[in-house]
């Protein structure tokens, strides 16, 4: 009788820790998820170091694909002025032209340009992708922050 009390209790107890592992690795997934941080173009932009090097998810139409290998494209906020500059990252090779006037969603890294990028970006910026005319996306080029997209889909044809 004691060993049958015994087994049942060893199997009961099998069983509850297996539940625990399984919950903890729930919670884990939850919290992942939960990194994500859903924001707008004018809500990153206000308050930078809220975003720094998180991940966010952020949308708006697609102003501007550079030419030059598809390395940048801006999007526009809700105001109709606020742009931000999206750069690949991840698995992500490059941003097809064809994604202009597109409203696209983007998930990605907020970035705040350190000193040695910045001057990575600008001898690429006098190099390769300048333009005679100020486009309407050359503050966002210009400014220090921006998203390093690591995924991306488009919402609008």
Same mark, same amino acid.
């Given at each position: 009788?004691?060993?049958? @009390? ?25 919290? #992942?998820?939960?990194? @994500?941080?859903?924001?707008? @173009? ?29 390395? #940048?494209?801006? @999007? ?65 080029? #210009? ?15």
């Amino acid at each position: 009788m004691q060993r049958s @009390i015994l087994w049942v209790l060893l199997a009961f107890l099998a069983i509850s820790c297996n539940q625990t592992v399984k919950n903890e690795g729930d919670n884990q997934e939850a919290v #992942k998820t939960e990194e @994500i941080v859903s924001a707008t @173009i004018v809500e990153l932009l206000a308050a930078p170091a809220d975003y720094q090097d998180k991940e966010v998810a952020v949308s708006g139409m697609v102003t501007h694909v550079c030419r030059h290998g598809g390395q #940048k494209c801006f @999007i526009v906020a809700d105001d109709g002025e606020t742009q931000i500059r999206i750069v690949p990252g991840g698995d992500i090779d490059e941003f097809k032209i064809e994604l202009e006037g597109s409203t696209v969603a983007f998930k990605g890294i907020f970035r705040v340009q350190t000193v040695e990028l910045t001057a990575e970006e600008l001898e690429e910026y006098e190099s390769k992708e300048h333009h005679e005319v100020e486009q309407s996306h050359s503050d966002a080029e #210009k400014a220090e922050y921006f998203l390093e997209a690591v995924d991306f889909k488009e919402v609008t044809p």
